[in-house]
Nanobody, 125 residues
Framework: QVQLVESGGGLVQPGGSLRLSCAGS????????IGWFRQAPGKEREGVSC???????DYADSVKGRFAISRDNAKNTVYLQMNSLKPEDTAAYYC???????????????????WGQGTQVTVSS
C-alpha cells in the first residue's frame, strides 16, 4: 500500500539547517505531486513546498530563498533542505502525495490523499 515516511527532524539553533526526507513505498513517487506541510501547536496545517511530476516546484512566501525541495527518483525520496531556520519554523513537518490531482491549489491540505506520520522540527537557542 501507499506509504510515506518522514525523517530528519530535530532540534536546531536559529540560523541552522536541517534536511528532511520523505521516503515513498507502494507507489512511484515522481509520478505525482509531493507536498511538504507543517503544523505548529494551535495553528492550521500550512503548505510549505511542493514538487510536481515534471520537476517544477512551489514554495510558501515565508520559506522562499531559505528552503529547497528536491527529489531522488532512484531512492523514491523527496527532500526538503531547510536553511537559515527561524524559531517560527518550529512545527511538525509532514509530506503528502496528491494522486488524484483534482486541481486544487498545491498548498491546500485537502488536495492530498496520503500523508506521512510527521517529523518534529524545533528551532531554538
Amino acid at each position: 500500500q501507499v506509504q510515506l515516511v518522514e525523517s530528519g527532524g530535530g532540534l536546531v539553533q536559529p540560523g541552522g539547517s536541517l534536511r528532511l526526507s520523505c521516503a515513498g513505498s507502494g507507489f512511484t513517487l515522481h509520478y505525482y505531486t509531493i507536498g511538504w506541510f507543517r503544523q505548529a501547536p494551535g495553528k492550521e496545517r500550512e503548505g510549505v513546498s511542493c514538487i510536481n511530476s515534471d520537476g517544477s516546484t512551489d514554495y510558501a512566501d515565508s520559506v522562499k530563498g531559505r528552503f529547497a525541495i528536491s527529489r531522488d527518483n532512484a531512492k523514491n525520496t523527496v527532500y526538503l533542505q531547510m536553511n537559515s531556520l527561524k524559531p517560527e519554523d518550529t512545527a511538525a513537518y509532514y509530506c503528502a502525495t496528491d494522486m488524484l490531482n483534482v486541481g486544487n491549489p498545491w498548498y491546500e491540505a485537502y488536495e492530498y490523499e496520503y500523508w506521512g506520520q510527521g517529523t518534529q522540527v524545533t528551532v531554538s537557542s
